[in-house]
């Protein structure tokens, strides 16, 4: 409940700035112009993702309504490597914003490109190349949306998942996390392959009562192969370091591995340096920043949310990361500035790993 009353709050407070002015006022303010506004987005549904995971996905629509506030503002809507280049250059242009999309999902090539080129707004994406290629579901998330598609069900996963009276009520969310820990385990315990996970998620959906097969059809959650990547590279998409298995190890040497790999693959497919980085679910260590240095890499975003100065580490670069659960006034906030003020700060930093 008392979110949900900051929110609210949170919400008044931008409406009777705006109705006073204040948006324009921070949009024309030097303040602002010396700051670049960073968005964050996963992914845009190609079904009902958006309603299984609203903190994930948002709806093309909405999507689409944000690149229309962006329109209206007036933003210059930058590249990020263009963005960065001239913050630290203190040449900025006024109301300055860079779009990144996290991961490289097919849903970025069905759903998001066309819009950004209705719109001529620039976009990086920060790929992780583990599955580019496999076209093939990642299996968390296929698995964790079925359960939900089966959530008003229960359901006996004896034998492929849990003890041998594997019952799961999936109508409560405690219920879908018990079965979806229990699946997880099963995946590991099997030691199974990114090629004979298929198969294992079929079973699954087969006992959910789910076409699993239906869903990889509609490459839901699906990463991009290779011909996806290199046509929206040559089109004019950036394609950006995001580990090659989404994970940042805490050794120095599986952490230039991880790097290695994703850098190869991107170059490889795309004929383009990557330099840039995105920290997998925005969570970084103190001990990662000298780690990206000697890989060259420029920058690296998180997840904690502000704006991008002068003043901010370039390896630790804020973003804002935009769900379907933001308002559009909330959004409008953000891009004036106005919201930043308002918000509680929040930082995915870790303690330095001893």
Not at 288 to 307: S, Y
Request: hydrophobic fraction near 45%; include cysteine; aromatic fraction near 10%.
């Amino acid at each position: 409940m008392f979110p949900v009353v900051l929110r609210d709050l949170k919400a008044a407070s931008l409406r009777a700035l705006k109705t006073v002015g204040g948006f324009q006022l921070l949009l024309d303010s030097p303040w602002r112009r010396k700051r670049l506004l960073i968005l964050c987005y996963h992914g845009i549904s190609l079904g009902d993702e958006h309603e299984w995971n609203p903190r994930l996905y948002m709806t093309p629509a909405a999507l689409e309504t944000r690149l229309g506030i962006l329109r209206d503002a007036g933003c210059a809507v930058l590249p990020l490597h263009t963005a960065v280049e001239q913050l630290y250059a203190g040449a900025l242009p006024p109301r300055a914003v860079a779009l990144t999309f996290d991961d490289g999902y097919v849903d970025f090539c069905v759903q998001a490109y066309p819009l950004l080129k209705k719109y001529d707004m620039p976009a990086t994406v920060y790929l992780t190349t583990l599955q580019c290629g496999v076209n093939q579901p990642i299996f968390r998330l296929a698995a964790a949306y079925m359960l939900w598609k089966a959530r008003t069900r229960t359901v006996d996963l004896s034998g492929l998942a849990g003890p041998p009276d594997a019952v799961f009520d999936l109508r409560a969310e405690s219920g879908r996390r018990r079965a979806f820990d229990a699946i997880i385990a099963a995946m590991q315990a099997r030691r199974l392959s990114v090629g004979e996970k298929p198969q294992f998620a079929a079973a699954i959906g087969e006992r959910l009562d789910v076409d699993y097969a239906a869903i990889a059809r509609a490459r839901m959650f699906t990463i991009m192969v290779p011909e996806e990547v290199r046509r929206l590279a040559a089109a004019g998409v950036s394609f950006e370091l995001h580990t090659h298995t989404h994970r940042t190890p805490e050794s120095a040497a599986n952490f230039d591995e991880e790097i290695s790999r994703n850098r190869s693959v991107i170059e490889r497919i795309t004929g383009l340096p990557a330099r840039h980085f995105c920290y997998p679910s925005g969570h970084y260590r103190p001990e990662f920043l000298p780690w990206l240095q000697q890989k060259q890499v420029v920058t690296a975003t998180t997840c904690d949310p502000g704006l991008a100065s002068e003043r901010s580490n370039p390896l630790l670069l804020p973003r804002f990361v935009d769900v379907s659960a933001v308002s559009p006034i909330e959004f409008e906030g953000w891009v004036t500035g106005a919201a930043s003020f308002l918000s509680r700060q929040r930082s995915y930093a870790a303690p330095p790993a001893h």
